[in-house]
């Protein structure tokens, strides 16, 4: 792999880690308030997918500050949502699970589980008739499979030869139910099977993670119509931070950890660069909790805007 990009994907994968136990951090001092999934140990494959797929709509899960930061969106902007304040990107109204920035085609992401899909799915649809070459991908966790909007989203994608490319994470985990306890089998891209190809990843491993998200986009380019692909990965923190990630054994979270994403790319670095990229990535996590704590809160007055159009409210009034 090209040595710029690896010191990019390595640059982004440290930020996304540090940016991570940030908001930990302020989550505990209760500057953070709501719902807050963390992607620690799962940082590599948000980096390495966003930046294969540079080009095209992306449509994601809840646990997305990474994917987010990666895709391009300044972490101070990430983490003033984080702090419901009016300088985050999505004006501070969306917090942890939806952010959402058209200018970087990025739709963000969605608390119901599996629930972009469809969404993903009609933007495929718009795309293709637009004769827009880039597609779309969504990514979305293994526990998303088991629901019905994934099997929809499937059908009518396969039916339409959409260029949808379908990334699932499957960290074997939908909160703290085991992959085995509500599905037949522990690779999700067996549901997928008979309705288009479908590609398994090490999750862990970012480079493969690189590579295979961008021959899926390559695939949905050329007209072939949807593709899934599946990368497994882990999580070292709980679900969200209401979870001690009690379930999980000292041997399963040793395991885990034995595959760091983030050790991976730093192998094939020059330590001092390493050590450079880490020190700015944890200077510019610094900024962004320094310009999230300073931002104002939203103005009261705005509690209604974009609830409706312009048009709208002038019909109800
Ligand atoms: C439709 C729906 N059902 C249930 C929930 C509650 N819920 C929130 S997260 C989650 C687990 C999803 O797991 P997975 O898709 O594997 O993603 P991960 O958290 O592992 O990234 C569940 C069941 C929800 N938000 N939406
Ligand atoms: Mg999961």
Known sequence: MDKLLLEELYY????????????????????????LHLDIGQEGFSVASMKAFAKGDVFTTYREHVLAIARGIEPKLVMAELFGKVTGISEGRGGSMHLFDPSHFFYGGDAIV?????NAVGCAWARKYQGEEHGVMAVFGDG??????????????????????????????????????????????EKAKPYMPT????????????HAVQKAQQHVSEGHGPIFVEAMTCRYEGHSMSDANAYRSTQEMNICKQQDPLEKLKAGLDPEVAKALDEKAQKVVDEAVSFAAESPEPDPADLKKHIFTEETTHALS
């Open 12 to 35: 982004l994968s440290v930020l996304g880690r540090a940016f991570e136990y940030a908001a930990k951090e302020h989550y505990m001092t209760g500057e953070i308030s709501g719902f």
């Open 144 to 189: 998303a499979t088991n629901g019905g909007a994934f099997f929809e989203s499937l059908n009518i994608a396969a039916a339409q030869k959409l260029p949808l490319v379908f990334l699932c994470e499957n960290n074997r985990y939908a909160i703290g139910t085991r992959i085995d306890r509500v599905a037949p089998f522990e690779k999700q891209a």
């Open 114 to 118: 599996g629930g972009h899909l469809p």
């Open 199 to 210: 590609v398994e990843v090490d999750g862990m491993d970012p480079i493969a993670v690189y």
